[in-house]
């Protein structure tokens, strides 16, 4: 098996942006070098990457996996650069960095690895908590830096914050539910529906206020703590739920069962960056963080 590192880009890009046309704006090629690349990686794989429909295109299960290992690839790759250009031969010490429950599982783990990869000598203590309390210890210089969800910062004249990125909800359903069969969904469509919450408070302060709106709160029949309950619950058909796309995750054992789809007027976004105090000393450990996590997702 033999493809090239530029084959690999152009998947990652047409995977992660959701059609030919977009993958080729970003690259800067015509579409048929796009769609040309991704044929000949497909015959050199012996997989089906995408399955090919009417709305567009759709990573196949063999698609998912490859994506992994494609991500994974372009990753090693950047922290291979980073090792030779970066100035980290004097670079050690602390760094005390807080981070949200839903970050700390879905957000963090990338960013950490490619840090710790490119800064060994830099010791990390990773402090999980509530938001609330994350913004006391950064007010009180307990943490030097944040990686948290920044939707409802609450001290937001004690705290300067940097957005990486903004992930929209849909609603996650089943295959065999009638809303799989909708491009999109409306709210009204969800009215005839079992809701699953995730009794998250991040997700629950950015998103409840839509559904008082769109009265939807009395179809709740369960809120759970467990993303992974969500999961196995929408995938057997039990029930639907408004959930954000940085815990969508279809290659996990759920992930055939489970089909996420926009909800028409359901603009909310559950955004996530980095925080720390104003005013506070910068340090290097802190600063070279910031610059790892801004470039990892600039090329997200």
């Known amino acids: 098996m033999y493809f090239t590192f530029r084959q690999v880009q152009y998947f990652v890009l047409t995977a992660e942006l959701g059609t030919i046309s977009g993958a080729a704006t970003a690259a800067r090629i015509s579409q048929s070098a796009i769609t040309e690349s991704i044929r000949q990686l497909e015959e050199q794989v012996g997989s089906a990457l995408f399955s090919r429909h009417a709305r567009g ?15 994974l690839i372009i990753s090693t790759v950047k922290d291979a650069e980073d090792a030779f250009t970066a100035k980290n031969d004097n670079v050690a010490g602390n760094l005390r960095l807080g981070v949200t429950n839903l970050v700390a599982g879905y957000f963090l783990s990338d960013i950490l690895a490619r840090f710790r990869r490119v800064f060994p ?3 990390v203590e990773v402090v999980e908590d509530h938001r609330r309390y994350i913004e006391h210890l950064l007010i009180s210089g307990e943490l030097q830096l944040a990686l948290m969800v920044i939707s409802n910062i609450e001290e937001q004249f004690a705290l300067s914050v940097d957005p990486l990125m903004r992930s929209r909800f849909r609603v996650w359903v089943s295959p065999k539910n009638d809303l799989a069969d909708k491009s999109r969904v409306k709210s009204s469509d969800l009215r005839d529906q079992k809701l699953i919450l995730l009794a998250n408070e991040d997700l629950l302060e950015s998103i409840s206020g839509w559904l008082q709106g769109e009265e939807l709160i009395d179809q709740v029949f369960l809120r759970t ?15 639907v739920a408004i959930m954000p796309d940085l815990a969508f995750r279809p290659y996990t054992l759920e992930g055939d069962r489970l089909e996420a789809r926009p909800v028409e007027g359901l603009s909310v976004t559950l955004d996530v960056g980095l925080v720390w105090r104003q005013g506070s000393p910068d340090t290097d450990q802190a600063e070279i963080f910031k610059t790892v996590a801004r470039d990892y997702h600039s090329k997200r």
Do not use: P, W
């Open 121 to 123: 000598e830099v010791s």
């Open 225 to 239: 703590t467990s993303v992974e309950a969500v999961r196995s619950l929408v995938g057997t058909n039990t029930g």
């Open 57 to 71: 295109i759709a990573l196949t299960y063999e698609g998912h996996r490859f994506l992994r290992h494609a991500q």
